[in-house]
């Protein structure tokens, strides 16, 4: 598909550009970061994190669940999105309305309108936990955005580009930092580097990430 049909549009203030269609929205989830956490315990009440298995038979470092319709998996049969918990299989704990607000207004402060995520994956990081570098194309549209949420230790984002060779720009994201992926930059590759231990007064040595996604 070519991403250039999805020109981006001009991010309102407070956004800091990290690449043509990106967008870092330093400390925006601050105000919700306790309300956040306290969502975090139960939801994990009712779909815990867990370590999953990638297609290669490696366990992933970061722990994962999921809320809303959809929840991204992965087991030796590869990475899909999924209606059902594979672990109780029960559905996927329903999205609070608080998580698709925050979603939808931070996608808008960046310029994308009307964005109504289906799908939230939570990763929770430990010191030495790490994500290499991948794209993320199991969703069906890629012409909506991504909307990613970090609390707790802070961490430091690898932004490459469409090859996996490519040099990867590395930016810190703290706790609250809201970061939004569209257009051209959606497909581009991306990942964590190893967490250093640096525990914070809300979540010690963790680090949460959520990722919005319209993946169904
Ligand atoms: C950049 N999570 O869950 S933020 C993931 O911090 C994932 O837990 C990381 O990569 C984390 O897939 C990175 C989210 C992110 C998500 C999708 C992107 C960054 C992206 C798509 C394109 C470019
Ligand atoms: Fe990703």
């Known amino acids: 598909m070519n991403l250039d049909l999805f020109p981006c549009e001009s991010p309102t203030a407070h956004s800091e550009a990290i690449g043509p269609c990106a967008y870092v929205l330093r400390g925006f989830a601050l105000p919700n970061a306790e309300v956040l956490v306290a969502a975090i315990g139960e939801l994990e009440r009712r779909a815990p994190f867990r370590h999953m298995t990638t297609p290669g038979g490696f366990a992933m ?40 607000r925050l979603a939808h207004d931070a996608a808008t402060q960046a310029g994308f309108a009307d964005f109504t995520p289906d799908a939230c994956l939570i990763n929770r990081y430990e010191s030495g936990a790490r994500m290499s570098l991948h794209q993320d194309k199991n969703e069906r549209d890629f012409a909506a955005p991504i909307v990613s949420v970090s609390l707790g230790m802070p961490a430091i984002f690898l932004f490459g580009g469409h090859a996996r060779s490519d040099k990867a720009a590395r930016i810190p994201l703290l706790h609250g930092d809201v970061v939004v992926w569209g257009g051209e930059d959606r497909l581009r590759y991306h990942g964590v580097l190893p967490l250093k231990d640096k525990p914070h007064p809300l979540l010690g040595s963790r680090r949460i990430n959520f990722t919005f996604r319209k993946a169904g």
Not at 62 to 81: E, H, I, K, Q, S
């Open 61 to 100: 470092s970061a722990a994962l669940t999921n809320c809303g319709r959809l929840g991204w998996t992965t087991d030796r049969r590869g990475y899909r999105y999924t209606t059902n918990d594979p672990e109780t299989g029960l559905p996927w704990p329903a999205m609070p309305e608080m998580f698709t």
